[in-house]
């Protein structure tokens, strides 16, 4: 791996390739495609949250005239069966009625049937026209009504799975999940003092910008192409493929730019229905969601109930640690609760501990990936908790978590040791940062809390192109959400030995490159990185080859030296070094086109830690929190693009500080979502946050070329656990439900007051 | 149903469409004029992400009808740049990596624009209030924060 | 030999048995001798991402073994 001090590129901040386009409007994103002869189309959807569809009468809709095709549960085939995508996916035979519901509809909005017209206008009339007899069921809604033995249930063939023997009768609660270590009984009774609480954490949105869209179009053999926004063409081909039974090869999808993903475009919604709804109509099919559809029907994060108990000695070193914890999945099992149960504990060296997962089903939407999906709610009940020893021992919050800190050689709660980590180092330089060290404002509280994610590598392919002036074109599969295209071609640039401005990035879509998963898990800049790398070391090797030929000597007397071809030291020839310029000038002569190329399934992600603290004010009257500071810290092993990566840290924290201050999923008695839209679901604004201080640790990771680790989706851990401690400290009042809104602030605020007199 | 004959100016070009009544200004511009550089978020006019400027007003266009656009001046991000180059707004924003996935960039550049033709020196207070209708999901602010401040130093003073 | 672990949800396909000691120089080795020992593990333990010797892997199969190595399964993570 590259030594830091040798680099030309990488960590610097040049301007990304595609971003003139993206400051003019130029780039075009999922809704931005218009096709000659296109017509659109439009989904019903339940006006119930749990209901058996008795009857589905499409006559009338078909007989509007503009009305080119009607859609609903029959015209699906059942789906392949077997499992398939991240956080999110699950298996086949649900997705396929997550798209489009079968014989039960399972929260209100879900998919009812779809149509194709000339216009928006006629389709929304055809909509109307449709006829659905329903049977209302009664809804689960709350974890507490979904859990008890005699609550509705959303499938009567769904037992619990993962149970040492299988149960006799049906539940909500699709699995079960349990790590343990040690004895925590005896832990407990070892410790000096123990912390217990209860914390709720509600149902919340990824809130990307751009609703989901696509454009589909079916010709005469049935081969269909795709336009859409999504984080992963491939992945969403081959849920297309499996949910319609096609040939993978009869689907061409292409990726437009993407508005915000966050995971919550990694699931296919529109796709299956804009295919089948062009194949029947035999015209290109706009799909767009409202932005209320997008909150209604995709696929938001779990809101989890969560139960921890942490015991620890005098002199702070922990002994055991216990936590319950269930997680809403939606109307279809697969919520996050492994991962949220495998990393709860991660930051801590734990002799004895116990976890228990469940994964439960409601009438709410299907739960998607949500940037280090689990991880934010089982964390934050950790974290405040740790906050409250801190608080019991008079501790210094980082003191006692580098007491206990995992480090290179810890076992990590799901079972490996870890390789080197930055735990330990974000923990230092937090406390030794200027904003730590300095007093909180008069009034204010202060908060820390650490984060964590693993990271994953899984597949890409790259190929590098040196076109005959020596420029260069990489090509690969990832959508680039965040910056990822310059990443590349700073990769490109420094493997090469060539200026940054002489690379290009092209997103290749499933026909024209290699298979990639998606832009998403923080594995972008480290896998797809690694094979660009490796695409461009394949150029190398070609590169000294022909020189070789060129100058008669054999290939292993040539080196490659900043972006030249050189003779290797010693070896008496006298000739000028041939740069990639002058190779790809010759290079018909030499052997034809240079073209280097890299498939990989990348090995080795490195789990990234961050250590994030902050000063909120509370105002008694109104309730109101205000974030008057905010710092994150993150190991990201080597940054390639230092401001991409600051960028990754800033909006975690906005989205993390989101959840924590204000957004929830508000829902009344019927299952019907209260605060679908922007207005009332308040995301961050510019006036809600302050500048957001950044330092990047770089702790590299020995499984990447350039030492990179993944920084993604660790930066929303945190910051809900800074929030909740921050309040604590500024309101002397531990508040055990997320969002920290002025409702709440202003009861929790009441009740002690009245607890007092 | 009848449709609309407007006639109005955009980006300082004659233009003129048929529309329907109802039909907002962010629809036509998109579907019937094909000019998708103003983005749709939430067509209820909290995001921002539509926004356009009419007469140097700053609007969000799914609450304007297409038929109000009747002889005005419209300004979309399309006509922000110039023959010079980008606007140094575009340029500062690229400069400090103010945009993510970029979705909601149109409708900031349009929003700075309004912000900076009438408060050259804004200070940091009034541009996130300024920019408070205008939804990013990705960046937290700070960097367009930053790229508006320095946006504003170089109108103020061209190299 | 190789020392393996098992999480409690992939107990019930192992007869309870959470660490055993086998003798593979490769994952696809680990994975046949397994299912020869636990009959019908086959899908859930080729569903699962392992760490050896403290590096996950979500798609193992040709990964050499060295001796001594430490084999956990877990559960397959993709983020988001």
Request: net charge negative.
């Amino acid at each position: 791996m590259a030594e830091a001090v040798d680099f030309k590129v990488i960590g610097t901040s040049p301007v990304r390739p595609d971003g003139v386009d993206k400051v003019t409007g130029r780039a075009q994103y999922g809704a931005d495609l218009n096709l000659p002869g296109m017509i659109y189309g439009r989904v019903l959807r339940s006006p119930h949250a749990h209901a058996r569809i008795k009857r589905i009468d499409t006559s009338r809709a078909e007989a509007i005239p503009g009305v080119y095709a009607v859609i609903c549960g029959r015209d699906f085939p059942r789906g392949q069966s077997g499992e398939i995508g991240g956080e999110g996916g699950g298996d086949v035979a649900d997705l396929a009625k997550n798209v489009m519901a079968r014989d039960k509809v399972l929260y209100h909005g879900h998919a009812v049937a779809a149509v194709a017209a000339r216009s928006p206008r006629i389709a929304e009339e055809a909509l109307a026209a449709i006829e659905v007899e329903y049977e209302v069921l009664p809804p689960v809604l709350t974890l507490e009504q979904a859990m008890r033995p005699d609550a509705p249930l959303l499938d009567e063939h769904l037992y619990t799975k993962n149970l040492p023997e299988k149960p006799d009768k049906p539940s909500n609660i699709a699995a079960v999940m349990q790590l343990a270590r040690g004895n925590v009984d005896e832990g407990f009774a070892q410790a000096d003092v123990i912390v217990e609480g209860e914390y709720k954490i509600p149902m919340a949105h990824q809130g990307y910008i751009e609703p989901h869209a696509c454009v589909a179009n079916t010709n005469e053999a049935g081969q269909s192409t795709v336009w859409c926004c999504t984080q992963g063409h491939f992945e969403f081909r081959a849920m297309t493929a499996k949910v319609l039974e096609m040939n993978v090869a009869d689907l061409k999808f292409i990726p437009s730019e993407i508005g915000g993903g966050f995971g919550g475009k990694t699931v296919i919604y529109l796709e299956p229905l804009a295919v089948l709804l062009s194949r029947k109509s035999r015209r290109p099919v706009k799909m767009t969601m409202s932005r209320e559809e997008v909150f209604r029907a995709t696929g938001p994060t779990s809101g989890t109930w969560i139960k921890i108990k942490v015991g620890a000695k005098k002199d702070g070193t922990m002994t055991a640690a216990s936590a319950w914890m269930a997680y809403e999945a939606g109307a279809f099992p697969g919520a996050p609760m492994g991962p949220g149960a495998m990393s709860i504990f991660a930051p801590y060296n734990l002799p004895n501990f116990k976890v228990e997962a469940f994964d439960v089903l409601v009438n709410k939407p299907k739960v998607a990936a949500y940037r280090a999906p689990g991880a934010p709610q089982s964390m934050h009940a950790m974290e405040c908790a740790v906050d409250e020893l801190a608080r019991k021992l008079g501790m210094d919050p980082i003191d006692l978590r580098l007491k206990n800190a995992a480090d290179e050689g810890t076992q990590a709660p799901y079972g490996p040791k870890f390789p080197p980590i930055g735990l330990k180092a974000c923990l230092e330089a937090a406390k030794r940062h200027p904003n730590y060290t300095r007093p909180k404002p008069p009034g204010a509280g202060r908060g820390v809390a650490v984060g964590f994610w693993f990271n994953v590598g899984m597949q890409s392919s790259a190929e590098v192109h040196i076109n005959e002036n020596g420029t260069v074109t990489v090509v690969e599969g990832n959508p680039d959400i965040g910056g990822s295209r310059a990443s590349m071609c700073l990769m490109a640039a420094e493997t090469l030995g060539v200026p940054y401005q002489n690379v290009r990035a092209l997103i290749g879509d499933t026909e024209s490159t290699g298979f990639s998963n998606v832009t998403g898990g923080s594995r972008t800049t480290f896998a797809t990185g690694m094979a660009v790398v490796k695409a461009c070391e394949d150029i190398i090797a070609q590169c000294k080859a022909r020189a070789a030929a060129t100058w008669g000597l054999d290939e292993s007397q040539v080196e490659w030296q900043d972006g030249h071809a050189v003779p290797a030291p010693g070896v008496n020839a006298d000739v000028k070094p041939l740069s990639l310029a002058d190779i790809a000038a010759n290079a018909a002569r030499t052997g034809g086109p240079l073209l280097g190329r890299a498939s990989l399934n990348a090995q080795g992600a490195g789990a990234s830690f961050s250590v994030n603290f902050g000063d909120f004010a509370v105002d008694r009257d109104t309730g109101k929190v205000d974030v008057l500071s905010f710092t994150a810290i993150q190991d990201a092993g080597r940054a390639i693009h230092k401001a991409y990566v600051e960028g990754q840290m800033q909006g975690g924290a906005a989205q993390g500080l989101g959840w924590a201050l204000n957004e929830e999923y508000i829902y009344d008695e019927n299952g019907v979502m209260q605060n679908a839209g922007f207005l009332d679901y308040r995301i961050p604004v510019a006036s809600d946050l302050p500048m957001i201080d950044t330092e990047i640790i770089e702790v590299p990771n020995p499984s990447h070329p350039y030492g990179v680790r993944g920084v993604g989706e660790t930066p929303i851990v945190a910051p809900l656990a800074v929030a909740s401690n921050a309040v604590r400290d500024a309101l002397g009042i531990r508040i055990n439900e997320l969002p920290l809104s002025p409702p709440r602030i202003l009861a929790a605020i009441e009740a002690a007051e009245a607890g007092a007199r | 149903m009848t449709k609309l004959h407007v006639t109005t100016s955009i980006n300082g070009e004659e233009v003129d469409f048929l529309c329907e009544p109802q039909q907002t200004l962010l629809e036509v511009l998109r579907e019937t004029l094909g000019r998708t550089g103003t983005k749709e978020g939430c067509a209820t006019g909290d995001c921002g992400a539509c926004s356009v400027l009419i007469n140097d007003r700053l609007v969000c266009s799914c609450l304007v009808l297409a038929a109000e656009a009747q002889g005005q001046q419209v300004t979309t991000v399309e006509g922000i740049a110039s023959e010079e180059g980008l606007h140094p707004i575009q340029q500062k924003f690229l400069e400090h990596a103010a945009l993510q996935c970029g979705v909601c960039t149109p409708g900031l550049v349009i929003a700075a624009k309004a912000l900076l033709d009438r408060d050259p020196d804004p200070d940091e207070t009034t541009i996130r209030y300024w920019l408070a209708g205008n939804l990013c999901r990705c960046t937290g602010y700070d960097k367009i924060i930053r790229a508006v401040q320095d946006a504003a130093k170089t109108l103020a003073h061209p190299a | 030999m190789v020392r393996v672990v098992f999480p409690n949800h992939l107990l019930s396909h192992t007869g309870g048995e959470r660490e055993v000691e086998v003798a593979a120089r490769n994952v696809r080795e680990l994975l046949e001798a397994l299912e020869r020992r636990f009959p019908g593990s086959r899908d859930a333990l080729r569903k699962s991402a392992v760490a050896i010797d403290g590096q996950i892997y979500q798609d193992a199969f040709l990964e050499p073994l060295e001796p001594g190595a430490e084999v956990f399964f877990m559960q397959r993570i993709e983020g988001g």
